[in-house]
């Protein structure tokens, strides 16, 4: 890796961050020494990049640093590109041409010399197979996840059992042939999965979950968090 690509992953590294990198965890994700990783941090800081910390403790960056978010590398842009091709085989409507709008206005704002990895990229995803029909208007449930709004659901079981619930959408989740709406059923009183082709019926409410933003995603991450680590403990 050329010595200015590698200073500029150390600060995407940095980047993304919110606790300090220790040198050790730099050098494993940029496959250098760590001796080398100390002189890359000196020099950037002698470049009057903001890196804060030291040998032993770890680096963080300055939140004030302001780097242009266009500046992609080639494995950025062939990420951008396999992840909108998926996007586009499977979203909806607004979701597919959403993906390939960005594809095209990165296309034009990246410099000439990086323009074939969009083009012409080394990567790409297997067309998706056609989704299954279902009854939920996936752009207005991704208008409600955002503004914290519930939603009435007729569902059908695998079983065929059929529930009327309010649920508190979290997250739309998509795999290769069906969607999920993750939420925390008031029937339940827990966090289920909703298999969206499974919907009857779904009504969208104007009533809110009454949580701060951002608490109830915060609650489903602890609680997958401990499935995850129920699974562990069983195997």
């Excluded at 760590?34 to 990049?49: E, F, H, P, S």
């Excluded at 323009?115 to 989704?131: D, E, L, N, Y």
Aim: net charge positive.
């Amino acid at each position: 890796m050329r010595r200015a690509d590698r200073l500029f992953q150390i600060i995407q590294i940095l980047r993304r961050s919110s606790r300090p990198v220790t040198a050790a965890a730099l050098a494993a994700e940029i496959e250098v020494s760590k001796r080398t990783v100390y002189r890359d941090v000196a020099d950037l800081i002698g470049q009057r990049v903001p890196v804060v910390g030291e040998a032993g403790f770890g680096y963080l960056l300055a939140p004030e640093y302001d780097m242009p978010p266009l500046m992609l590398t080639p494995d950025e842009l062939e990420a951008v590109v396999l992840g909108s091709q998926w996007v586009a085989a499977r979203g909806d409507k607004v979701l597919s041409g959403a993906a390939n709008d960005v594809v095209a206005k990165i296309a034009v704002v990246v410099p000439e010399r990086l323009r074939q990895f969009i083009v012409a990229p080394s990567v790409g995803a297997k067309p998706g197979r056609t989704m299954s029909p279902d009854l939920v208007d996936t752009t207005e449930l991704r208008t409600a996840i955002r503004e914290g709004r519930k939603l009435r659901l007729r569902y059908r079981s695998e079983n065929g059992e059929e529930t009327d619930r309010i649920v508190w959408p979290v997250i739309l989740g998509y795999d290769e042939a069906t969607r999920l709406i993750v939420a925390w059923c008031e029937l339940r009183q827990g966090f289920r999965h909703f298999r969206t082709d499974r919907v009857i019926q779904a009504t969208f409410l104007a009533d809110t979950n009454g949580l701060r933003k951002g608490e109830l995603r915060r609650r489903w991450e602890l609680w997958r968090e401990q499935q995850r680590r129920d699974i562990i403990q069983h195997e």
